[in-house]
């Protein structure tokens, strides 16, 4: 079946404790990103990646990082998070990376910070 | 960049009746329009897209509707039902360079169908 898979679906940690959302596709998408939701402000994009080790910042990025070390695979990481990145993230992969189609979204992880 | 506004944030209809969600963007070099939906508790899934080359695109019971000149375009479900109801997301995609695939959301219209 043709999915975007995140790990864990809930996490709980506390600040400064460094952490990694996993993030992987099985459609041999180039195009990966990560968008955080917040009520009342959409999704915003963190970073993006246009293909393996091709990655840019988002419209948010301060407090993240990532990797694209393989097509399949793109990683969120925070360093030393802090309460407010505590948010609901989807990482979202789509066919074609010089071409507007359709954005694939994982199931979610939401993260609490405290 | 590109900066995408969605009203009302809150829409409330009788089963039957129709509801329309409407986005406005700011850049004009945005030439691709998807709206997704996301379930509570789901992801945000795609129901329809349009790009700037045609001014109308229709789904059965969903249609959205694109005005290049006033840079806004809009969402029209008719007959809803209570499955409808679900939070919407307009976006925007300008094209060219690094901006293929980065899309900007609006903030998300919380659509509520009473049966």
């Known amino acids: 079946e043709a999915q975007v898979t995140q790990n864990p679906r809930y996490l709980i940690t506390v600040t400064g404790k460094k952490l990694t959302v996993t993030c992987s596709q099985n459609m041999n998408h180039e195009y990966m990103s990560w968008y955080r939701q917040d009520p009342g402000l959409g999704l915003r994009q963190i970073y993006y990646?246009?293909?393996?080790?091709?990655?840019d910042k988002g419209d948010v990025p301060e407090g993240y990082k990532v990797s694209r070390k393989e097509k399949r695979n793109f990683p969120l990481i925070l360093e030393s998070p802090s309460p407010n990145q505590t948010s609901l993230y989807f990482c979202?992969?789509?066919?074609?990376?010089?071409?507007?189609?359709?954005?694939?979204f994982g199931q979610g992880t939401r993260l609490t910070v405290v | 960049g590109e900066n995408v506004e969605q009203h009302p944030s809150t829409l409330s209809v009788q089963e039957g009746d129709s509801a329309v969600i409407k986005c406005t963007y700011s850049d004009s070099a945005s030439n691709y329009f998807p709206w997704y939906k996301q379930e509570l508790g789901k992801r945000p899934q795609l129901i329809i897209d349009i790009r700037s080359n045609v001014g109308e695109k229709k789904d059965q019971r969903i249609a959205v509707t694109l005005n290049k000149t006033a840079k806004h375009f809009s969402l029209h479900i008719t007959e809803t039902q209570p499955e409808d109801s679900a939070v919407y997301f307009c976006a925007a995609n300008p094209a060219g360079g690094t901006s293929y695939g980065k899309l900007t959301f609006g903030q998300g219209t919380i659509l509520t169908v009473h049966p």
């Open positions: 990646s246009m293909n393996v080790e091709v990655t």
């Open positions: 979202a992969s789509s066919l074609l990376a010089h071409s507007n189609t359709e954005a694939f």
